[in-house]
């Protein structure tokens, strides 16, 4: 089976074909970042209009790369949601359009259940019951996985995504934008415990995660100690180095601690971590290292699909035409959009015959 994916929740106009949700027979992806670097964050008018200019070049090129014709894929699959509406809606109506055109099935994916599936190009096939760990600069959610399209969330941010603290505390000291790469390049040269940060606990024992705490409270160090922004591109300092690393390890600390605890309960047989958080070396690490000490495999995807991609799209959008799903043609984007279609998890935990306690 051939499958289109079309992605379009953000700032990265994608398309990908798929051959039967496991090889990837073209991916393109066209980057706003340069555009959005200024701004220090992304600018949804400005991302929507990109949409509009790139959508379909990308997905001709995806045709091209894969030597195929429109008329030879089996299906489209494009992201609903959850994302920036104006983003959101160029994806759909090109998908609608292509889906009539060439009578081709149509299926909407949730942005963050085609994360969860990022990881099926490079990695042995996921072994059910799952645990799936998703970061990124718009989400933070832990979910348990019983089977395929069955999906529980166990915990989620409460306030700011883990992507999101690392773009505000790299604005915050001058380093640019996106954050997330140029903190875990600077802490590999700082001390993880020179600045001493809580991990965020949410008082009424939920596993939910929280990081709109840590961020102020690194606010108030750069406050208290006087530490300058870097300007003109200068060299970071090592004060700034340390902190990085220091606020780095705290976030890491609080995603795989809460990830770790929540396993012991669930009994999980893989352990999924995605989102473009994932490409984070110290946060796969310590994935890694958790994952081992529950004898389980943990399963990240590579660079190029942490990101938003639209190969992640086509993989998801192909198990759903393969259970017979089929959108109609009044499909439209919800910016809202949440991934939990199980609401009996006590059940579904005896069905996988797995350990739990309330």
Do not use: W
Not at 258 to 264: D, F, G, L, P
Request: aromatic share 6%; with cysteine.
């Amino acid at each position: 089976m051939l499958v289109l994916g079309i992605e379009t929740s953000c700032d990265e106009t994608a398309a990908a074909v798929v051959r039967d949700g496991r090889d990837i027979v073209s991916s393109v992806i066209a980057s706003q970042i340069e555009t959005h670097k200024r701004f220090g964050g992304v600018v949804p008018e400005i991302a929507s209009r990109e949409h509009l200019d790139k959508i379909v070049p990308v997905v001709t090129e995806a045709f091209t790369r894969a030597g195929i014709q429109p008329e030879d894929i089996d299906g489209i699959a494009v992201t609903v949601g959850p994302g920036l509406v104006g983003s959101l809606l160029v994806g759909v109506s090109y998908a609608k359009a292509m889906a009539f055109a060439l009578k081709k099935p149509l299926v909407g994916v949730n942005h963050i259940e085609g994360h969860v599936y990022s990881v099926a190009f490079e990695n042995p096939p996921v072994e059910y019951p799952a645990l799936a760990l998703v970061v990124s600069g718009g989400h933070t959610n832990l979910f348990f996985i019983p089977e395929p399209g069955k999906y529980k969330i166990i915990a989620r941010t409460r306030d700011d995504a883990a992507g999101e603290a690392f773009d505000k505390v790299a604005k915050m000291v001058g380093l640019g934008y996106p954050g997330g790469p140029i903190i875990e390049r600077l802490a590999r040269e700082g001390n993880p415990k020179a600045v001493k940060f809580s991990v965020p606990r949410m008082g009424d024992g939920s596993p939910d995660f929280s990081f709109s705490g840590l961020k102020t409270a690194v606010t108030k160090h750069v406050r208290e100690t006087g530490l300058e922004p870097v300007t003109n591109g200068e060299e970071p300092s090592q004060a700034i180095k340390d902190l990085a690393a220091s606020f780095q390890s705290t976030v890491v600390r609080s995603l795989v601690g809460t990830t770790e605890r929540v396993a012991k309960d669930y009994g999980p047989k893989t352990l999924i971590v995605a989102g473009g958080v994932a490409c984070n070396g110290a946060l796969k690490a310590a994935s890694s290292e958790a994952a081992e000490r529950l004898g389980i495999p943990a399963y990240f995807p590579s660079p190029h699909l942490s990101t938003d991609n639209a190969a992640m799209i086509a993989a998801a959008g192909t198990a759903k035409l393969q259970a017979g799903e089929r959108a109609g043609f009044d499909l439209n984007a919800d910016v809202t959009l949440r991934l939990q279609n199980l609401d009996n998890v006590d059940e579904e935990l005896r069905r996988a015959k797995v350990r739990y306690r309330l």
